[in-house]
């Protein structure tokens, strides 16, 4: 049997790892810092909460913490974008994150939509 919460626990914490591995050789700057310090926050906390989310005491909690992926998820998602436009890292590793949480936001979110108490 496919364990589907498994499979995105592990993509989303993927996602996060890549994330911070692509950022942190970056070299300092207050700007760079700021959108660093975003994203990691915002793509951490998309596996985070969809763990706690699998770990739900109830359907109005699980739904709740799913809003919360998805609106995290798509916050990475804008970092990315900004990323992109200050050509930060690697036009190929760029589109492969943003594709990858572009699956994620649309998978949770019809998910959600499914769970709409």
Known sequence: MINYNQIFQDRTKTLAIKIIKCLSPIPYSDAV???????IRSSTSVASNYRAMCRARSENERF?????????????????????????????????????????????????KKLKP
């Open 33 to 39: 810092s700021i959108i660093r310090r975003q994203i």
């Open 64 to 112: 709740a913490k799913l809003s919360v992926v998805v609106e995290e998820a798509d916050e990475t998602l804008y970092w990315l974008e900004i990323i992109k436009e200050l050509n930060l890292i690697a036009v190929a590793t760029l589109n492969e994150l943003m594709s990858e949480t572009e699956e994620i936001v649309k998978a949770l979110a019809t998910y959600r």
